[in-house]
Structure formats: C-alpha cells, structure tokens
C-alpha cells in the first residue's frame, strides 16, 4: 500500500480507529518488547510474563518494582509524529478513536482526547488499602517499594499478566472498532490476547496494517505498510 493511498482512505472515510501498540513508541525511544533489542529480550533473572505477572508483583514486590522502575517507566519520552499526527486528526475530526496497548500516555500527552488505553498507564498509580493515587514521578522518586501515608502498598495502574482490563477500556474500544469505516492497526506483533483479538470486531472497508515487521496476522489486512509507523504518519496531511 502507498502514502498516496493511505491518504486517500483517511480522507474519504467517516470513522477511522488507530489501534496501536509498542511499535508508535519505538520512534520516542521506547524499547518495544518482542525486537531483537525489545524488553522481553533482555537477560532477567525470570521471564518478562512472570515478572510482569500479578502473582509476581504480591510475592516479590520489590524485585517487580525495581524492574518496572528501569524497564517499564520512561517519563522523559515524547510523543512522536504518530502521535501527534493521530491528534491532529482527531481534532480535524478525521480519527474519532485511539486505542493503545502501551501504558506510557503519549498519545494523551500528544493532545489525543479519545484514547482506550487497554493495559492502564504508568503515569497512574494507586494504594493498594485506601486507593490514593500516585504520580508516575513521586513513585519513580522512592527507592524499593512505595508506600502511602497510610502505610498501603503502592501499584501501578497497568494490566498485568493474569489480570483482566478494565469493562469500560474493552467496551469502549470495541464499540469504537464495530462502528469504524477505516482501522488502522500499528506497531504491534498482535501476539498478546484479548487486545489483538479486538481487530475482529471490525466490519469497515479498510483494514490497515503499518508495521515494521510482518505480523501473526498479516493476511488478515486488506492494505499493508511495513516501515515506520511514525514516518509514514508524519507524511499524512490532515
Ligand atoms: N514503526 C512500526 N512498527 C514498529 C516500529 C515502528 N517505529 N517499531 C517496532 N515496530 C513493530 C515491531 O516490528 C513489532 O512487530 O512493533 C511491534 C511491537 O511488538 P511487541 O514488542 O510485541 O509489542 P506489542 O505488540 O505492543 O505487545 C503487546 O505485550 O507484554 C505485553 O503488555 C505488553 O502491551 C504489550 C503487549
């Protein structure tokens, strides 16, 4: 698929959705997690899906916090050209839809209003006795694990493994899907369940895929770029 046809879709179609993963926050320097220089690659003492695992997280609670603290947590990244180019449409009312995987909040923080962050946000973190919330920032500040003023345990608002998302985010997001005309799927391996399970929820004309590398779902989608979600965005007139 070209930029030329690209562009012709998103400007002729009434409802168009992103639905997006790691990959829109490569271009921020953000690790995605399954590259060859992803997080999951990286030597840990146990595997990524047990660390990030909810059993993981009340059983060695500081070892969990000192990975996502190093791993996870990257506030000084900056939306990319995906991300504001997806604002943009959004405000020219061109996308009425952002639905990530992600958990860093740069498609909020690129002016993005309607976004269904389906495995919560980092920027979001709670009490785990009294549901006092806490900033990204005033957990990153403490050394092992945060505690509230009232002595709770501290945890991140972010899915783990063995955790189910939020009613809301899922009905929401695949409301948001069933009624598009165009979806624009980017920066994601479609390996983790249910999220990659939600493009099936699409009836529209146009299935889109942007990805750098092939996908597990590839021939699922009537149009393919492979390259970078946020040069091809970049290239996109609103
Ligand atoms: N442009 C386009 N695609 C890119 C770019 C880029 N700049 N950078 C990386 N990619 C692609 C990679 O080729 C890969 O296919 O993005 C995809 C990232 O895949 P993953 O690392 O598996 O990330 P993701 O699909 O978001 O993972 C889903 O897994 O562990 C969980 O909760 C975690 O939300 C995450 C979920």
Redesign the pocket.
């Known amino acids: 698929m070209t930029i030329e046809k690209l562009q012709n879709i998103i400007d002729i179609s009434n409802s168009t959705v992103f639905f997006g ?4 926050s ?2 921020s320097g953000l690790p ?4 060859p220089d ?1 997080i ?1 690659m990286s030597k840990q003492k146990y595997p ?2 047990t660390m ?1 695992s909810h059993t993981f997280f009340m059983e060695h609670t500081e070892e969990f916090w000192d990975f996502y603290r190093n791993m996870l947590y990257c506030p000084e990244a900056k939306p990319n050209a995906a991300h504001t180019k997806l604002a943009e449409l959004e405000k020219a009312g061109k996308l009425t839809a952002v639905i990530t ?2 958990i860093d909040g740069l498609h909020s923080a690129a002016g993005s209003k309607n976004v269904f962050e389906l ?1 919560g946000s980092a920027l979001r973190n709670y009490c785990m006795k009294c549901g006092k919330f806490y900033s990204g920032d005033e957990v990153m500040a403490v050394k092992g694990i945060p505690k509230c003023t009232c002595d709770g345990t501290i945890k991140p608002d972010v ?1 783990l493994y063995e955790e189910s998302l939020d009613d809301e985010t899922v009905s929401g997001a695949i409301n948001a899907i069933a009624s598009a005309d165009t979806l624009i799927v ?7 369940y249910p ?1 990659a399970g939600f493009i099936r929820y699409f009836r529209g004309k146009n299935l889109i895929l ?4 092939k ?1 597990a779902m590839d021939s699922a989608f009537s149009h393919i770029i492979h ?4 040069e091809i965005m970049n290239k996109i007139k609103v």
């Open positions: 993963g790691a990959g829109v490569t271009e995605d997690f399954r590259s992803g999951y990524p899906e990030l995987q992600n495995h899915v980017a920066g994601t391996s479609l390996t983790v999220a942007i990805n750098r590398d996908t390259g970078k979600v946020g």
